[in-house]
């Protein structure tokens, strides 16, 4: 489904130049869940945001299908992140004076999607569609900004470090939603974290440093939220 070729990313100018993506090739099939694992510095930010199309690569070709976004300007990158892509970040960036019903329907209308509600349930907050997010705990505005993302019907769902911020407990708890919904609406997911553990609840698991891939591996049986250490 989704194809990475050769593709190079820098900043920076002259002598201050940073390569951070040095040649990255990889396949994601459609339905897998991925892990991109690393340090911090290792590129595995940078590529997911390329991936997504979030920024662009200085060199080489990502291809969804057939729709190569290394020759699409602004608008039309614009149009298929509306159509392709949700975003989960560590940070939860929600709307302080929306509340959980209408932050999630920010999400919901991008797709013309009328029964983003059942997200809200899904993700475990029904009764608290009317709160705003300095009500919530940490987790649950977390929970929020998943069901914002999952409300536009992405066919990608792309991860940077979603429990960063979260305790152990509610890293689980947030990890598990995720993945029940991920079984129950079959989008693909791509997660960048540098927790080791999280990595064996992957189909398929991508090691990097320095810019570079250095391993890839497939689990076998992928361990559940509650199954890996922490």
Known sequence: MIKIENVHKAYGAADSRNEVLKGISLDIEEGDFVVILGTSGSGKSTLLNVISGLESADKGKVCYDTKD????????????????????????????????????????????????????????????????????????????????????????????????????????????????????????MVMVTHNQNIADMANTVISMNSGKIVKTWHNERPKTAYEIAW
Do not use: W
């Not at 940070?91 to 329907?105: A, E, G, R, T, W």
């Not at 990608?156 to 947030?174: F, I």
């Open 69 to 188: 976004l290394s020759v699409m300007n602004e608008d039309d990158l614009t149009k298929f992140r509306k159509e392709y892509i949700g975003y989960i970040f560590q940070q939860y960036f929600l709307l302080p004076n929306l509340s959980v019903d209408k932050n999630v329907k920010m999400g919901a209308d991008l797709a013309g999607n009328k029964n983003y509600r059942e997200i809200i349930k899904a993700i475990g907050l029904d009764g608290k569609e009317k709160k705003y997010p300095h009500e919530l705990s940490g987790g649950e505005q977390q929970r929020v900004s998943v069901a914002r993302a999952l409300a536009k019907k992405p066919k990608v769902l792309y991860l940077d470090e979603p429990t960063g911020a979260l305790d152990e407990e509610t890293g689980r708890l947030v990890l598990d939603y995720i993945c029940k919904l991920k079984r129950d609406l079959g989008f693909t």
